[in-house]
């Protein structure tokens, strides 16, 4: 009886069936073009640029802070003339040191505050570069303020020095007069008494935040003034030892260099990963003579596993280079997706190899692999289908990172897959040819026949013995056997999971799985934080926990820009726009009103205080500018933007104010501040205002990431059931891989929050492929089961565990072995990747040998009676032909007759009577198990 669902996976079948035997009878060019693409394809590793900006790679393309970035560059453009510390909205060659007190002490008093001073003299005055015959200093290099030189760190002496005279230092802004700084960015550890009027003084404070930024264009000097950050590192390092102050630093190259350390420590790992593939690859391929422990060297086939893990490299190898002859920018994250792809194609080539095995060794070579082809291509297909589509639909995400990893490592697994079915299979039906003519796998000499074992000498049975087929394809005993592996999981394994006992105890597992998963998704922690871009010996590590310590919690600066200022003649207005700066200044997340840097407020001090004048309505951009050319050397004039009004009124179209933050030291409350300031702004939307600060860049990572990672896991599903449903002859199949899918996905969420692992872009990557594993190791349990023609459930089982068992653990081990070599790398990066997919695999795993079987055991049973009186009715019919006691044509052991008398001999030649094309090719990744040592 033929399945009804099979219109799509049957032709598929045919059609890989007669292509495999083409290439077996022409392998020379299926070998020959790829090594010719990938020779010209590997030319490209030589041009490859990596994209190393960490703001453009992990954060959002369209996030919010870029585009509220580039508003205040365009109104505000940084030129080399009118730099002012703390408005500045790029890092680009900017140094930051912080500079602590070493004991814990106050470092306001003298000991400490001349520490600091040497230290500030020396980055200064004694840091030089030699560079075509010239030498470079700070002061060559640095952006100035109006011709005055390098702004420096002047504050930090001043209030030093006002300190040590006694004087009460406001804080967060220091007050003479009329004039007024803000001290709240670059003083932190702070302890304050309070003022007899109710202000904060200064008490003692722990560390000092010291800039240097230096110019950034044109290109030449931009270079030059890199190459000054790393003199100034080098110099750092061997700074003298100071009893007084310890310091951390970081430059504007600080986080692209710690990718690249990443990247490089990536390379000699993947050799190891390699190697370790080779060799498992090795172990898995020999086979050994029956009845003893001497090596079969006509069925083993050491060689072609190497060739098959180099297929693997050979995909990877074109996968980067088509990709990037695209134009798709490389980035060093891509670093890892080798990892990945070689362990799906060593897996993949386990089947390949393990489909032949399971053909009869009487056919032709011809045959035999079109055979192996008919199921493993399919499978593969599936394999690749579902990984592919999982990275496909990852690289719609608005997050660079993930988005190049995805392409990248989307075309290598599909150009691996075309070499599997090209390269490799031609290299198959060469192997299979030698094997049919009793050749040594490694040496292709003539083997001794292992019908002589007795009578050779030790080294003969060692290294020269092999098999030989028997020419009648009836004696299924000599030409096709059951492995130890699937005799363990059909006899042993399978057995005790379905013992009514044991059921129970997997659904108690079951369920304290997905509490425990649920569990950890509501403790779920998003966003990568800068921290984690860097190798844990980083000298930059020290410098973020001083900024989260010291600084992010109290004092750092947020710009608000007022886009379209109102008339600021009319006085209701000046007072919304005086409710607004209050509002925003505090919020939860703001220190107060004395943070408040904004040149209204300083004009309205200087006109009552100096001149002991009032302002004027009508004449109040009038008065602005005679505040602005009074203070021609502070830096209000450089928050406001004139322009001249259809009246021809010279007025001010938009202005900026700053504020100070507190309480941020933490990326939730980094993400809820960014909501809080936004949705103040949101308040007063006529102004059309612009809230930023450095941290936004990465909160609105924080923001995103689950939405798009919802999104990814909810469209993969879709594809993932659709691609179920049209390869897999039985669409109830894709009820069971949608709910191993969103279980697993649960489990590595959920599990990776337990294990201390954000989610962010790194674990985004590996959500979007663990998906492409739920389907892997889910499906085609399920559907082994399902069309399974035995009469209980707990014999489907045993059916299904027998066939696929094996192969499933097969895979998942080698794509352990590939990645077991990233554990230990200090980067949280790598460690993130290894983590995740580890509980990609383990999770998987767990599903489609445990849960998977008593799930379906239970709630998917039923009769087949159709199909078995058909298939009975067939063994009959052929029996009364023959003569002879045969049965179903089935070296997998899925359609099973209930005959036990019927299970000893199966010629191929009966396949179009047994309409065998249509039953015998199932299209599961893990169909078959390697005819293999399974120890």
Not at 260 to 281: D, E, Y
Not at 313 to 318: C, H, L, Q, Y
Not at 327 to 343: E, H, K, R
Not at 773 to 800: C, L, M, N, W
Request: glycine content about 6%.
């Amino acid at each position: 009886m033929r399945r009804t669902f099979d219109c799509i996976e049957a032709p598929l079948s045919r059609l890989f069936y007669r292509y495999g035997r083409y290439v077996a009878q022409h392998p020379l060019p299926f070998i020959a073009i790829p090594v010719l693409i990938t020779a010209f394809c590997s030319i490209s590793l030589l041009h490859i640029h990596p994209v190393t900006d960490p703001i453009y790679l992990f954060t959002p393309r369209n996030a919010p802070s870029k585009y509220e970035r580039q508003i205040i560059h365009n109104l505000w453009p940084l030129h080399y003339n009118n730099y002012i510390p703390g408005r500045a909205v790029t890092q680009s060659r900017e140094v930051q040191v912080i500079v602590a007190s070493r004991d814990g002490g106050n470092i306001l008093e003298r000991p400490y505050s001349e520490a600091v001073r040497r230290l500030d003299f020396f980055i200064q005055n004694r840091v030089k570069l030699y560079y075509m015959g010239k030498t470079y200093r700070y002061h060559d290099l640095c952006l100035e303020w109006r011709n005055e030189g390098c702004p420096g760190n002047k504050h930090i002496h001043i209030v030093s020095d006002l300190y040590q005279h006694g004087i009460n230092v406001t804080y967060p802004t220091v007050r003479f007069g009329s004039a007024s700084g803000y001290i709240g960015g670059a003083l932190g550890g702070v302890s304050l008494f309070r003022e007899a009027n109710g202000s904060a003084s200064l008490a003692g404070g722990l560390a000092w935040f010291m800039i240097y930024h230096l110019k950034f264009f044109p290109q030449n000097t931009s270079y030059i003034a890199g190459l000054w950050e790393k003199k100034l590192q080098e110099a750092l390092d061997s700074y003298p030892f100071d009893p007084f102050i310890s310091f951390t630093y970081l430059h504007s190259q600080s986080l692209t260099e710690e990718l690249k350390r990443n990247a490089n420590s990536l390379i000699p790992r993947f050799v190891i990963a390699f190697s370790i593939l080779v060799f498992f690859s090795l172990l898995c391929s020999l086979i050994f003579i029956s009845g003893t422990f001497y090596v079969d060297w006509v069925l083993s086939k050491p060689v072609l596993s190497l060739l098959g893990v180099i297929n693997a490299g050979m995909g990877i190898v074109t996968g980067i280079g088509i990709t990037s002859f695209c134009g798709v920018p490389y980035s060093d994250i891509v670093g890892v997706m080798p990892f990945l792809v070689v362990a799906v194609g060593t897996d993949n080539m386990f089947l390949m190899v393990a489909a032949v095995r399971h053909t009869n060794r009487a056919f032709p070579v011809p045959k035999r692999i079109g055979e192996s082809m008919s199921d493993a291509a399919i499978s593969i297909l599936i394999t690749s289908l579902t990984d592919a589509f999982s990275f496909g639909v990852g690289a719609i995400t608005s997050i660079p990172a993930v988005q190049i990893f995805c392409i990248y490592t989307g075309a290598a697994i599909t150009i691996t897959f075309i070499y599997q079915i090209s390269f490799f299979c031609a290299l198959l039906s060469l192997a299979t040819e030698w094997e049919a003519a009793g050749l040594h796998c490694v040496w292709l000499q003539p083997t001794i026949p292992d019908t002589f074992i007795k009578s050779t000498s030790l080294k003969c049975r060692l290294f020269w013995m092999g098999s030989r087929a028997d020419p009648d394809p009836r004696n299924l005993q000599q030409n096709l056997k059951d492995t130890s592996a699937k005799i363990f999981f059909k006899e042993w394994f399978a057995p005790i999971l379905m013992n009514p006992v044991v059921k129970i105890l997997v659904v108690m597992w079951f369920f304290i799985y997905i509490a425990l998963s649920v569990y950890g998704c509501l403790h779920l922690r998003e966003g990568l934080e800068p921290i984690n871009l860097l190798v844990q010996d980083s000298y930059a590590i020290p410098h973020y926990r001083y900024l989260e310590k010291y600084f992010w919690n109290y004092g750092a600066p947020l710009q608000i820009v007022v886009n379209n200022a109102p008339d600021l003649r009319d006085r209701n207005e000046r007072h919304r726009v005086q409710s607004m700066v209050h509002a925003f200044a505090n919020t939860k997340y703001s220190i107060g009103d004395d943070s408040i840097q904004f040149w209204l407020k300083e004009m309205e001090i200087y006109y009552n205080k100096e001149l002991e004048m009032d302002i004027v309505d009508s004449e109040i951009y009038g008065m602005a500018e005679h505040f602005f050319s009074a203070k021609s050397q502070d830096i209000w004039c450089e928050d406001v933007i004139w322009e001249t009004n259809q009246q021809g009124l010279y007025s001010i179209r938009s202005f900026r104010f700053l504020i100070g933050m507190k309480h941020i030291s933490k990326t939730y409350y980094q993400e809820d501040a960014t909501r809080t300031f936004r949705k103040v702004a949101e308040h007063y939307s006529s102004y059309n205002i612009t809230t930023f600060s450095p941290l936004w860049l990465f909160t609105d990572q924080y923001a995103i990431v689950i939405p798009n990672t919802i999104q990814n896991i909810l469209i993969a599903l879709v594809v993932m059931i659709i691609i179920a449903m049209l390869l897999i002859p039985q669409p109830f199949c894709s009820v069971w891989v949608a709910f191993s899918i969103a279980s697993i996905d649960l489990g590595v969420i959920g599990f990776m929050t337990l294990w201390d692992v954000n989610l962010d872009a790194i674990s985004m990557i590996t959500i979007i492929m663990s998906i492409g594993f739920s389907v892997d190791y889910s499906a085609h349990i399920t559907y082994g089961y399902v069309i399974s023609a035995e009469s209980t459930p707990e014999q489907r089982v045993k059916t299904a565990l027998g066939a696929l068992g094996w192969p499933v653990t097969q895979g998942a081990m080698s794509t352990i072995l590939a990645v077991a070599v990233l554990a230990d790398i200090p980067a949280y990066m790598i460690v993130t990747f290894f983590k995740t997919v580890l509980l990609s695999i383990v999770l998987g795993l767990l599903h489609g040998l445990i849960f998977l079987p008593v799930m379906l055991s239970w709630f998917v049973g039923g009769e087949q009676d159709l199909q078995k009186t058909s298939t009975i009715e067939q063994f009959e019919d052929i029996r009364e032909v023959s003569g002879t006691v045969i049965q179903s044509c089935d070296p997998y052991g899925i359609y099973l007759s209930r005959n036990i008398s019927a299970r000893r001999s199966c010629p191929r030649q009966i396949k179009p009577s047994l309409d065998c094309i249509s039953s015998l090719t199932i299209p599961s990744r893990r169909l078959t198990e390697a005819n293999s040592n399974p120890f």
